[in-house]
């Protein structure tokens, strides 16, 4: 149809006085876009408050820092260094000379400032056109100068958005385990920490082993898997409150949960006699659904954004496979048809794509394919990674990956690595410890 | 020329002996020092004793929670042992090796201390003397990333609980 | 368990022996035959339309190739370019009367509560919004534009009987090869749309753009379709940064309207 449309048109341009020349550029090269960050220009009162309030100094370079270091991680961009800079902050936060950006290969420019002003951090920054010599975008913030590294995020955010035409990731957090000791022994806690690895917490002690943590759709809750007093079940904890609670009375392991897309309902599995089956439970009244029956395990279950699907994990074929069925468990059906072993399917937030594990031949790939089982891409292989959790807006994936362990018993590393939807940009998630079970949180502001 | 002719008839029965031989040849690789059998471990290495001569623990293949010949006499074991120590009751930890997805792995090793808690019912060992929790990959006892390794962490094991 | 190894090994060095010993019929020698070359026919027509842009696939891989190496090697610095002294720019007095009175419409002291959820901590003020179509329409240089058009109205009489339409073959392929060259492809588009720009340029007879248009720029508006600004967008860059555009060094009649359609279908789709 659209073809159509476009020899239409051809036709349309060619019969008029003379004819237009048309010249198709097919091919381009998919380097990473040249923007420089210039730091924010803070002036001496500013950095002295700062650093009274936070114990750093230079607030526009910290800031500034954080743009570049976002994105430069997404591959779509190639922050210039800052050595090369030709115009100073201090002038170039009001009106940039375009012609030394331009000699320095800058399609894009970031510049701004930030003051400190009866407690609080104003922040004003501008993206320009470096070819055209036009601004893109404008904008300030005011908040309390403790955020300061989440308006490096929402920066970066706003900048991603009016350059790639979509919502950006970066003021997210990451809720995932952190891990410790032998093998054998694995000591285990829930931590969460900035989408760069920044301002880490841990939300559990480490007494009793925990898995899976994931987030609640306003990223207050999380629910997780606890062998508190040995007894493996579903928790729901309150990240603002830190009260904890166990997920209904079943009387044997629940695991694998999630949330609703509308936050009310956590889905899980229950395992019991040697049967795992899909339940749910309201989060308001309590009411707990039986989703699957069948004596297979039925397990990894996960709601489509707008909550009338189910996809999941279910080895009633002989083998784990993927399945999706409606919310009230009619109509399943088997999508995954490939070699292999298929695992932790999850819907993006987008709706149009299943990402998952795939064990063939020894190896373990993250991969995604369409909803219908059609179209499967693999991203990556590796010795053993699985459980990929989207990012908000749907285009990179974080999962986690460990590393072989010799005959020693050595050499055993557990980190969080991301990719995008592309394949091309693989990179490790920095975390002070060894690190598993990712979950990505949704944007924070908006 | 005859040379040649002998070289290149060496090279083909050659040939043909490895294509042979290689069905032979791959059950040997994974039959180390045959501490392995049918993908299922059979060694002693890592097993203890809940009394003298009663195993704790039975060996699974990938994927699988079907007991072997083997297992069900450990359990027959456990069971007599059970039904002379009524005062006893015992946890079985259902195991998985690290080749799998954390959330399945669970289920695979509910569904193994399941199968071990079943056979001992039938050998008249009471169901509230048993209780049953699966750790999925997450407690290893051979931390190894080797086929024998992870035969030994495909288990179920069965631990006093008093 | 050894004894049975060496056994086997004894029997079946035996039956090598014998079998290249006995086995005449392997000596054989094989019978001459020509090998077999594939003709391809190939249609010559008075167009000769050379395949030209390679698979996309290929280029995504060496691309991808590429990118592991830059990963794992640490970037190289651009060239270090000497610092010119930093002497403040004087900068003309409207712009920084347009700057302060930007500063002044949003100078208005707001007012927050120290108590707020971190979620809603932050306010948003959009200074102004640039965005409009209009501003990619490139009006910059439209006096330029009127003064070539006069020259224009003058020459185009004489050159309307020229038959010669398009560009030739050579004359294309420089332009395309200059172009995908300068064109960085967003790398977040999505797949499956519709990833056509067609930009209209009027030029200036040493390849300069006098004025570039984007015909089908409703579509920036329509829900959904906010990846087309950002594509054309990168289209109106690679035509900037390519400048002066290699045109043919005659017949200006027949180019001065050139429409460039920037299609990146082919190399995202593989």
């Not at chain 1, 690895?197 to 898997?225: A, C, D, S």
């Not at chain 2, 045959?34 to 195993?55: C, F, M, N, R, W």
């Not at chain 3, 977040?188 to 753009?209: A, H, T």
Request: proline share 5%.
């Amino acid at each position: 149809m659209k073809f159509f449309k476009i020899i239409i048109l051809t036709i349309f341009f060619q019969s008029q006085a003379y004819a237009l020349i048309e010249v198709d550029i097919t091919r381009g090269n998919l380097n990473p876009l040249p923007i420089a960050v210039s730091p924010l220009f803070s002036n001496n009162d500013s950095n002295v408050k700062f650093e009274k309030i936070v114990k750093v100094n230079n607030v526009g370079h910290e800031i500034s820092k954080i743009v570049e270091n976002n994105l430069r991680q997404t591959g779509l961009f190639n922050p210039l260094e800052k050595d090369a800079f030709l115009q100073e902050s201090e002038i170039a936060h009001l009106k940039p000379r375009f012609e030394d950006w331009n000699l320095i290969k800058a399609q894009a420019l970031i510049t701004g400032k930030v003051e400190i002003k009866d407690e609080k951090l104003r922040v004003e920054f501008r993206l320009w056109d470096v070819l055209a010599a036009k601004e893109m975008l404008a904008l300030a913030f005011t908040t309390v100068p403790t955020n300061w590294r989440r308006v490096g995020h929402i920066i970066t955010d706003k900048i991603y958005e009016r350059l790639t035409g979509e919502k950006g990731y970066f003021d997210t957090r990451i809720i995932y385990v952190a891990e410790e000791g032998p093998k054998t022994q694995r000591i285990k806690k829930l931590a969460i920490m900035d989408q760069d690895g920044f301002n880490v917490k841990y939300l559990t002690l480490g007494n009793e082993l925990v898995l899976t943590p994931r987030f609640n759709p306003t990223n207050q809750m999380i629910t997780y898997l606890s062998y508190f007093r040995n007894l493996p079940r579903v928790y729901l904890l309150d990240i603002e409150t830190g009260v904890q609670e166990v997920v209904g009375d079943f009387p044997g392991m629940t695991f694998a949960p999630r949330f609703s897309p509308d936050g009310k309902k956590i889905i899980m599995s229950f395992a019991t006699g040697g049967n795992s089956d899909i339940y749910t439970m309201d989060l308001e009244n309590r009411i707990v659904e039986r989703i699957t029956n069948h004596p297979s395990i039925d397990t990894s279950p996960s709601y489509s954004p707008d909550g009338k699907f189910i996809c999941f994990n279910s080895d009633r074929s002989g083998y784990q496979q993927i399945y999706v069925m409606k919310n009230d468990g009619s109509n399943v059906k088997r999508i995954s048809f490939g070699k292999g072993l298929y695992g932790t399917p999850v819907w993006s937030p987008r709706g149009d794509l299943i990402a998952f594990t795939k064990l063939h031949k020894g190896k373990f790939y993250i991969g995604v394919m369409r909803t219908d089982g059609s179209g499967e891409r693999l991203l990556t292989e590796n010795f053993y990674q699985e459980a990929p959790s989207w990012s908000p807006n749907g285009r990179v994936l974080i999962f986690y990956r460990e590393t072989e362990t010799n005959e020693k018993g050595e050499g055993f590393s557990a980190k969080l690595w991301s990719i995008d939807l592309t394949g091309y940009n693989e990179r490790q998630v920095p975390t002070k410890t060894d690190a598993s079970d990712p979950s990505w949180s949704s944007l924070l502001s908006n | 020329m005859i040379l040649n002719k002998i070289l290149k008839n060496t090279l083909l029965i050659v040939a043909t002996c490895l294509i042979l031989s290689a069905c032979a040849s791959t059950k040997k690789v994974s039959d180390i020092g045959g501490q392995i059998k049918d993908d299922v471990y059979v060694g002693e290495d890592t097993v203890e004793y809940l009394a003298s001569g009663v195993p704790d623990r039975v060996f699974f293949a990938t994927n699988e929670s079907v007991l072997t010949t083997r297992s069900r006499d450990t359990l027959r074991k456990q069971a007599t042992w059970l039904r002379e120590n009524p005062n006893i009751s015992i946890v079985i930890e259902g195991h998985a090796d690290e080749r799998g997805t954390r959330e399945y792995n669970l289920a695979l090793g509910e569904r193994r201390a399941n199968a071990a808690k079943d056979y001992l019912m039938t050998y008249g060992v009471s169901a509230d003397r048993i209780s049953v929790i699966s750790y999925g990959k997450e407690r290893p006892v051979d931390s190894g990333s080797n086929p024998l390794a992870w035969s030994k962490n495909r288990r179920s094991v069965s631990v006093k609980a008093n | 368990m050894y004894k049975s190894i060496f056994i086997s090994t004894g029997f079946h060095f035996i039956i090598i022996i014998v079998a290249t010993i006995s086995l005449p019929f392997l000596a054989k020698t094989p019978i001459d035959l020509p090998p077999l070359v594939s003709i391809e026919l190939i249609q010559i027509t008075d167009k000769t339309s050379i395949p030209f842009a390679p698979k996309a696939k290929k280029i995504i891989e060496k691309i991808k190739k590429k990118e592991k190496e830059r990963v794992v090697s640490e970037q190289a610095p651009p060239k270090k370019i000497k610092k010119e002294k930093p002497e403040a720019v004087p900068l003309p007095d409207k712009k920084i009367e347009e700057i302060k009175k930007i500063k002044e419409k949003k100078q208005n002291p707001e007012k927050i509560d120290t108590e707020v959820k971190q979620v809603s901590e932050f306010e948003k003020k959009e200074i102004f919004d640039p965005n409009s179509i209009a501003a990619l329409i490139d009006k910059s240089k439209e006096n330029i534009a009127e003064t070539t058009k006069k020259t224009n109205k003058v020459t185009q009489s004489q050159d309307k009987n020229v038959e010669l339409n398009g560009l030739s073959l050579s004359e294309e392929d420089a332009l395309k090869a200059q172009i995908f060259g300068c064109w960085s492809i967003p790398l977040g588009l999505p797949f499956n749309e519709n990833l056509l720009v067609r930009i209209k340029l009027k030029l200036k007879p040493d390849g300069y753009v006098i004025k570039s248009e984007i015909l089908d720029h409703e579509r920036m508006n329509r829900p959904g379709q906010g990846f087309y600004k950002v594509l054309a967008e990168s289209a109106l860059r690679a035509i900037r940064l390519c400048q002066p555009l290699r045109v043919p060094t005659t017949g200006y009649e027949r180019w001065k309207d050139l429409q460039l359609n920037f299609d990146a279908g082919e190399m995202l789709g593989g």
